[in-house]
């Protein structure tokens, strides 16, 4: 399975911008897909998942103002951030596993397949 993200850029405090994440290769089976964030200096948090099922999960910092969605036929993951911060600013990055289970779907080291990075910058 080959991730492939895209959408970050540069967006002003209190905007919005929606990541895009592609999936390519077999994807049988409950594929939750999530997406991680990275600012410099900090370790990589969790923003949010989805079940295939669209059982949806988010980390506290954006619960509320960032929306998972996917499309299983087009095997792609949508993360729609509005109300962004300068605290947002961060590399995304989407993330796929079929063996996750509910525990440790927040959990970085539990997803095998990962995307290359999009990068979001906040203004203040």
């Known amino acids: 399975v080959q991730l492939q993200a895209s959408g970050g850029g540069l967006v002003q405090s209190g905007g919005s911008l929606m990541l895009s994440c592609a999936a390519s290769?077999?994807?049988?089976?409950?594929?939750?897909m999530a997406w991680f964030r990275q600012a410099p200096g900090k370790e990589r948090e969790f923003v949010a998942a989805i079940r295939r099922s669209g059982h949806t999960y988010y980390g506290a910092t954006v619960k509320g103002r960032f929306t998972i969605s996917r499309d299983n036929a087009k095997k792609t993951v949508d993360l729609q951030m509005n109300s962004l911060t300068a605290d947002d600013t961060a590399v995304y990055y989407c993330?796929?596993?079929?063996?996750?289970?509910?525990?440790?779907?927040?959990?970085?080291?539990?997803?095998?397949?990962w995307g290359q990075g999009t990068e979001v910058t906040v203004s203040s």
């Open positions: 290769g077999p994807m049988s089976g409950n594929y939750a």
């Open positions: 993330a796929a596993d079929s063996r996750i289970i509910l525990s440790s779907i927040s959990q970085a080291d539990q997803y095998d397949y």
